[in-house]
Protein backbone atom coordinates (compact mmCIF):
# COMPACT_ATOMS: atom_id res chain seq x y z
CA UNK A 1 0.00 0.00 0.00
CA UNK A 2 1.77 3.58 -0.71
CA UNK A 3 1.96 5.73 2.22
CA UNK A 4 -0.45 8.42 1.46
CA UNK A 5 -2.96 5.68 0.63
CA UNK A 6 -2.18 4.36 4.51
CA UNK A 7 -1.98 7.61 5.72
CA UNK A 8 -5.63 8.17 4.38
CA UNK A 9 -6.63 4.63 5.74
CA UNK A 10 -5.15 5.99 9.56
CA UNK A 11 -7.09 8.72 8.97
CA UNK A 12 -9.99 7.37 8.13
CA UNK A 13 -9.68 5.41 11.23
CA UNK A 14 -8.96 8.01 13.48
CA UNK A 15 -12.05 10.50 12.11
CA UNK A 16 -14.37 7.35 12.89
CA UNK A 17 -13.13 7.11 16.58
CA UNK A 18 -13.45 10.62 16.83
CA UNK A 19 -17.15 10.45 15.24
CA UNK A 20 -18.03 7.41 17.91
CA UNK A 21 -16.13 8.82 21.01
CA UNK A 22 -16.82 12.78 20.39
CA UNK A 23 -13.48 12.98 21.77
CA UNK A 24 -10.69 14.46 19.85
CA UNK A 25 -6.93 15.66 21.65
CA UNK A 26 -3.32 15.36 20.69
CA UNK A 27 -3.33 12.74 23.31
CA UNK A 28 -6.31 10.58 21.79
CA UNK A 29 -4.04 10.82 18.53
CA UNK A 30 -0.97 9.67 20.00
CA UNK A 31 -2.89 7.00 21.61
CA UNK A 32 -4.59 6.17 18.75
CA UNK A 33 -0.67 5.62 17.14
CA UNK A 34 0.29 2.77 19.90
CA UNK A 35 -2.17 0.44 18.90
CA UNK A 36 -1.14 0.74 15.05
CA UNK A 37 1.26 -0.92 13.60
CA UNK A 38 4.67 0.98 13.17
CA UNK A 39 4.11 3.59 10.36
CA UNK A 40 6.33 5.59 8.60
CA UNK A 41 7.27 8.92 9.55
CA UNK A 42 5.26 10.38 6.21
CA UNK A 43 2.83 8.22 6.63
CA UNK A 44 1.86 9.38 10.31
CA UNK A 45 2.26 13.08 9.07
CA UNK A 46 0.09 12.74 6.58
CA UNK A 47 -2.38 11.22 8.34
CA UNK A 48 -2.02 14.27 11.16
CA UNK A 49 -2.73 16.99 8.51
CA UNK A 50 -5.65 15.20 6.92
CA UNK A 51 -7.26 14.58 10.69
CA UNK A 52 -6.24 17.89 12.09
CA UNK A 53 -7.63 19.92 8.92
CA UNK A 54 -10.67 17.86 8.70
CA UNK A 55 -11.40 18.75 12.06
CA UNK A 56 -10.40 22.13 11.96
CA UNK A 57 -12.82 22.51 8.77
CA UNK A 58 -15.65 20.39 9.86
CA UNK A 59 -18.44 23.01 10.13
CA UNK A 60 -17.55 24.31 6.26
CA UNK A 61 -17.08 20.40 5.25
CA UNK A 62 -19.94 19.46 6.70
CA UNK A 63 -22.00 22.04 5.02
CA UNK A 64 -20.68 21.62 1.53
CA UNK A 65 -21.26 18.11 1.84
CA UNK A 66 -25.31 18.70 3.01
CA UNK A 67 -25.36 20.76 0.17
CA UNK A 68 -24.34 18.37 -2.32
CA UNK A 69 -25.82 15.11 0.03
CA UNK A 70 -29.54 15.76 -1.64
CA UNK A 71 -32.17 14.11 0.51
CA UNK A 72 -29.53 12.65 2.83
CA UNK A 73 -29.18 14.15 6.57
CA UNK A 74 -25.39 14.37 8.05
CA UNK A 75 -26.12 12.37 10.65
CA UNK A 76 -28.18 10.00 9.14
CA UNK A 77 -25.41 8.60 6.80
CA UNK A 78 -23.24 5.70 7.54
CA UNK A 79 -20.51 6.71 10.14
CA UNK A 80 -17.82 5.37 7.52
CA UNK A 81 -19.34 7.18 4.38
CA UNK A 82 -19.89 10.42 6.80
CA UNK A 83 -15.59 10.39 7.67
CA UNK A 84 -14.74 9.53 4.41
CA UNK A 85 -16.57 11.97 2.37
CA UNK A 86 -15.17 14.66 5.44
CA UNK A 87 -11.65 13.66 4.53
CA UNK A 88 -11.76 13.66 0.98
CA UNK A 89 -13.89 16.86 0.90
CA UNK A 90 -10.93 18.48 3.12
CA UNK A 91 -8.35 17.31 0.28
CA UNK A 92 -10.45 18.52 -2.48
CA UNK A 93 -11.01 22.07 -0.40
CA UNK A 94 -7.97 22.25 1.31
CA UNK A 95 -5.03 20.32 -0.52
CA UNK A 96 -4.47 21.99 -3.45
CA UNK A 97 -1.54 20.04 -4.46
CA UNK A 98 -3.55 16.85 -4.50
CA UNK A 99 -5.51 16.39 -7.85
CA UNK A 100 -8.97 16.08 -7.31
CA UNK A 101 -9.16 12.81 -9.21
CA UNK A 102 -6.47 11.11 -6.71
CA UNK A 103 -8.99 12.45 -3.65
CA UNK A 104 -11.83 10.99 -5.15
CA UNK A 105 -10.64 7.52 -6.12
CA UNK A 106 -9.11 7.03 -2.23
CA UNK A 107 -12.17 8.12 -1.28
CA UNK A 108 -14.19 5.56 -3.24
CA UNK A 109 -11.58 2.89 -2.20
CA UNK A 110 -12.03 3.42 1.47
CA UNK A 111 -15.91 3.38 1.00
CA UNK A 112 -15.25 -0.23 -1.08
CA UNK A 113 -12.98 -1.25 1.24
CA UNK A 114 -14.93 -0.41 4.45
CA UNK A 115 -18.47 0.41 3.73
CA UNK A 116 -21.42 -1.35 2.26
CA UNK A 117 -22.19 -2.63 -1.12
CA UNK A 118 -23.33 0.71 -2.25
CA UNK A 119 -20.62 3.33 -0.46
CA UNK A 120 -18.23 3.49 -3.54
CA UNK A 121 -21.21 4.70 -5.78
CA UNK A 122 -22.60 6.92 -3.24
CA UNK A 123 -19.14 8.58 -2.01
CA UNK A 124 -17.88 8.91 -6.10
CA UNK A 125 -21.70 11.02 -6.25
CA UNK A 126 -21.52 13.25 -3.94
CA UNK A 127 -17.48 14.04 -3.91
CA UNK A 128 -17.70 14.12 -7.92
CA UNK A 129 -20.67 16.98 -7.41
CA UNK A 130 -18.47 18.80 -4.99
CA UNK A 131 -15.19 18.75 -7.19
CA UNK A 132 -17.43 19.94 -10.26
CA UNK A 133 -18.64 22.71 -8.60
CA UNK A 134 -16.24 23.88 -5.98
CA UNK A 135 -12.92 23.12 -7.47
CA UNK A 136 -12.74 24.59 -10.49
CA UNK A 137 -9.93 26.70 -9.28
CA UNK A 138 -7.71 24.07 -8.34
CA UNK A 139 -8.32 22.35 -11.67
CA UNK A 140 -6.56 25.35 -13.18
CA UNK A 141 -3.92 26.26 -10.85
Known amino acids: MRKRTK ?4 ALK ?5 DI ?3 SSDKDFEEFWQNQ ?8 EFAFTLVKGTIENLKDIDKKITDYAVNWQLKRMAVVDRNILRLATFELLYLKDIPPKVSINEAVDLAKKYGDIESGRFVNGILDKINKTECLDKKSS
Open 7 to 10: SRDY
Open 14 to 18: FLYQI
Open 21 to 23: TKE
Open 37 to 44: EEPYAEVK
